[in-house]
């Protein structure tokens, strides 16, 4: 068989925390479906499945970014060798709807990925440099036990609780402390560490609001800048992009966050969010705006943790350290040619 008369496959992967739905979709449109474990094992059950069912094809598989969820399959399949996007769930979504599937099930997800590698055509993902893996694993595991912390502080106000358990609890959040200081300093002296990553933070530490432990969540849980157009495409990626509520010409509901994203993003942009309110002049200036046009404070918030997050990846893709007036520069024409 020529190269020109290969064949073509596409694999549609809905991941979840335990399993993964996958759909292979042949040139001819017919469908199979697979469930397997989201394991090791089930990665190399999934591979050989495909490879069984669609011999001498040339494979294209995709799936939505889900983070920690989604990295290990598709890590994985990259170190295969095989052809990989991960795709935002915001374009899945709406993809499903314009094919429709207006009902979405961890099987049809998977069709509609399947379909969507097809007709679209997504970039392919480029897996995660070994500094940013090991980065993203530290801040993750930070993240766990300042989340742990949080819960065993929140069950010292329980009332009634024996002496036992105070001391139990409190010698458990000391433990804590002393572990997420160590992954703290852990992951300042990576970064020092690693230039790139270090040239970095110092844009993002440019950003009034956004701090040390803000600025190593973003290194962390941000894919490359490259692999975005334009800022919007971010917010989406997030989940922080604006909808509207809306049927025909006579219903009308109020702009809403997607909330279709990472949620871990939107989950470390609040308090950042809260902090930029008051030293940030762009995020207050939005902020001030809506509140004064009636949105309550927390759909504000969210279009301030959305401003937030548009600047870090304007300093990162632009190189530069952040400027309030840099709106302004950037309307102004440019000197005429002398």
């Known amino acids: ?201 110092e844009l993002l530490l440019s950003i009034p609001g956004i701090g040390e432990t803000t600025a190593h969540f973003l290194l962390a849980e941000l894919p490359e800048v490259s692999e975005f157009e334009e800022a919007s495409a971010v917010a989406a990626y997030a989940g922080l992009a604006p909808c509207e509520r809306s049927s025909g010409s006579s219903i009308k509901g109020k702009t809403h966050l997607s909330k279709r994203g990472k949620a871990e993003l939107r989950h470390g942009l609040y308090m950042p969010a809260v902090a930029a309110i008051q030293c940030n002049p762009l995020v207050k200036a939005l902020y001030d705006r809506l509140r004064e046009r009636g949105h309550t404070r927390m759909s504000a918030l969210g279009a301030a943790m959305r401003k937030l997050l548009m600047l870090a990846y304007g300093v990162l893709k632009n190189g530069q350290d952040f400027d309030p007036k840099w709106q302004e520069k950037s309307k102004q024409p440019a000197p005429a040619a002398t």
């Open 1 to 201: 068989m020529t190269q020109n008369a290969l064949a073509h496959a596409w694999v549609g992967i809905d991941v979840s925390k335990e399993k993964l739905d996958a759909c292979l979709l042949r040139d001819n449109d017919k469908t199979t479906s697979l469930l397997v474990d989201n394991s090791a094992k089930g990665f190399s059950k999934l591979l050989a499945w495909v490879k069984r069912n669609a011999p001498e094809a040339q494979l294209h598989f995709a799936l939505e970014a889900t983070g920690a969820y989604s990295n290990a399959v598709a890590e994985y399949l990259v170190e295969a060798q095989e052809k990989v996007s991960v795709v935002n769930p915001a374009l899945i979504r709406h993809a499903g709807i314009a094919y429709g599937f207006h009902n979405r099930t961890d099987k049809t997800a998977a069709v509609v990925i399947a379909l969507f590698c097809k007709k679209e055509k997504p970039a392919l993902w480029r897996m995660a440099r070994p500094e940013v893996r090991l980065l993203v694993a530290l801040v993750r595991r930070r993240e766990m036990l300042r989340d742990q912390r949080i819960q065993e502080h929140n069950r010292l106000s329980n009332p009634g609780l024996p002496k036992e358990i105070i001391q139990s609890l409190n010698k458990h959040i000391r433990y804590l402390d002393k572990e997420i200081a160590h992954l703290e300093e852990r992951i300042t002296m990576h970064i020092q560490n690693t230039p790139a990553l270090q040239a970095d933070k």
